[in-house]
């Protein structure tokens, strides 16, 4: 078989694999007026960087947390959606995450925090 055959064979379905998407968890705001939803995998290269970034002692401590709230979320939210209005796209969503009231990132950071226990125990939540 020639090399233009063998891509061929992968482009059209001839036994080529699906690609290989994360599982997701949505989250609702409790005035029901906003779904997060988040990614189901962290790489292990993201779990060592995040905890890099958690525990960075070059910043103070405050800036610390917000920053890995923001890592975070950076790098599991997949879609949020906010009065029927959905901002998908890492970043478009960090935007979005930087626009947003106290209350709605109260949300996002209680959703994160509920999502690690849930699906990463081992990584320590901000």
Do not use: N
């Not at 988040?38 to 970034?53: C, F, H, K, N, S």
């Not at 890995?68 to 998908?88: C, N, Q, S």
Request: glycine share 8%.
């Amino acid at each position: 078989m020639g090399k233009r055959s063998r891509q061929r064979a992968r482009t059209d379905g001839g036994g080529a694999l699906p690609p290989l998407t994360a599982p997701s968890c949505e989250y609702r705001s409790p005035e029901g007026d906003a779904v997060l939803e988040l990614r189901g995998a962290l790489t292990p290269a993201t779990r060592r960087e995040y905890a890099a970034v958690l525990h960075d002692q070059a910043r103070s401590t405050e800036d610390t947390w917000q920053r890995a709230v923001e890592f975070l979320f950076e790098r599991l939210a997949v879609r949020w959606d906010i009065d029927g209005v959905a901002t998908e796209g890492q970043h478009e969503l960090l935007g979005r995450y930087r626009m947003a009231s106290q209350a709605q990132r109260r949300f996002v950071r209680e959703a994160l925090r509920e999502h690690l226990v849930e699906h990463f125990p081992e990584v320590e939540a901000p």
